[in-house]
């Protein structure tokens, strides 16, 4: 009996309350491997439903033969399944399926500036080898893979808060280049049109075809090959241009059509298939590493307007901003290299505002000095000003 190991590790609350969730997972049966593939199915629903309820995963179960073995599953720091329940399992052609239903207890987030969602443009990914879209005609497939990927970040309980701007393709090859010669004004003018701090953007370099799977000989066969796929992630934060974040990303899927075959990237009978579900493990795991990545930055904006004593942001609610949050300000004083590049130059002030008034994209904020507002420009920079808890005081 084959066992599926993934170390754990243990945080838990007593006090927190559980959360059921029902989820089904799915995973591809290679060269007859059911095992493997129940196994891949359990792993996909658990995952599933640790992001969904907003957890970080840093293990999934003990497994033996696609069967749970035990019911307690550790995951890394934001919450523990207590119980996992396997309601039902089936083989349909080549693909297994498992339903789960898990007892989830959530945890607080390990620190202060977590508590702040940070909003990130989501744009078309770039296929570095159009000619290799041939096979199944799926040149619509980065338009449909960051749709894809942009409804299962959507869908999470996370901080991370997805805008899309996937209808317009963008050449964002310089971005992944080594020299990082790349064109900052693109970083602000999404960052401008989506109101949002951070910019996601990718590049599939590869779904080239793989080996094929049946015999040569067995002609009755129906043809089925494996095929690659691959994604580069960069995230950029638009207040300073810098790459904050980036990962690469590969699997191996099924790849069941005919070589003639039309296949329409967008149906959901494509994100069924082994392919499709080794494309959405991918963003799986996407959805887990962003979230981690950006949960602790700093959430910082900029002063859209400037009335007397008062600021307007372009911060608000979908930020996590609040009535009585104290914001700094800090001077925008970018510096030019002699080829025309920009680098971030931010001046820290002495002023500081308090939030009066909180709409979904924007907040009105009055300065908290008796001293007037000195030298506030538009599009100076706003940050929002976390303090760590204290974990005692004295009365």
Not at 339 to 362: K, L, R
Request: with cysteine; hydrophobic share 40%.
């Amino acid at each position: 009996m084959k066992h599926f190991l993934i170390i754990a590790l243990i945080i838990f609350s007593m006090q927190s309350k559980a959360e059921w969730f029902e989820v089904v997972g799915y995973g591809g049966i290679v060269d007859g491997d059911t095992t493997s593939a129940r196994q891949m199915a359990v792993k996909d629903a658990i995952t599933q439903a640790l992001i969904f309820s907003g957890a970080t995963v840093s293990s999934v179960q003990t497994v033996a033969d696609g069967v749970l073995e035990q019911d307690e599953l550790k995951i890394k720091t934001h919450g523990q399944i207590q119980h996992v329940n396997l309601i039902n399992e089936q083989q349909q052609g080549e693909q297994y399926s498992v339903t789960l239903h898990l007892d989830i207890i959530p945890q607080q987030s390990q620190c202060v500036e977590s508590k702040f969602n940070k909003q990130i443009t989501i744009t078309q990914s770039q296929l570095t080898h159009p000619e290799q879209a041939r096979l199944g005609q799926i040149f619509d497939m980065p338009e449909a893979s960051s749709q894809r990927l942009f409804n299962t970040l959507n869908e999470r309980n996370t901080g991370v808060k997805m805008i899309p701007y996937i209808d317009r393709k963008l050449d964002v090859r310089a971005f992944f280049a080594q020299q990082f010669d790349y064109n900052s004004h693109l970083i602000d003018t999404l960052s401008r049109n989506s109101n949002s701090q951070y910019v996601l953007l990718s590049q599939i370099t590869d779904i080239s075809q793989g080996r094929k799977m049946n015999n040569d000989y067995a002609f009755w066969e129906r043809e089925a090959y494996m095929r690659n796929f691959k994604i580069d992630f960069a995230l950029f934060d638009s207040q300073t241009n810098d790459q904050v974040w980036s990962q690469h990303y590969s699997a191996e899927g099924i790849w069941p059509h005919k070589k003639t075959k039309i296949v329409n990237v967008n149906s959901e009978e494509f994100w069924r298939t082994d392919y499709g579900q080794k494309i959405q493990t991918i963003f799986n795991k996407v959805s887990q590493d962003l979230d981690s990545a950006v949960s602790c930055l700093t959430t910082s904006g900029k002063i859209l307007m400037i009335d007397s004593d008062r600021v307007v942001i372009n911060l608000g609610k979908s930020h996590g901003l609040e009535s009585g949050q104290l914001l700094s300000i800090l001077h925008r004083s970018n510096l030019t290299a002699a080829n025309g590049m920009q680098f971030a130059h931010h001046i820290q002030t002495i002023e500081q505002v308090v939030v009066e008034q909180v709409n979904a994209q924007s907040a009105i904020a009055r300065n908290i000095s008796a001293r007037p507002l000195s030298n506030i420009q538009l599009n100076d920079v706003i940050k929002v000003v976390v303090k760590e808890p204290e974990l005692f005081t004295l009365e």
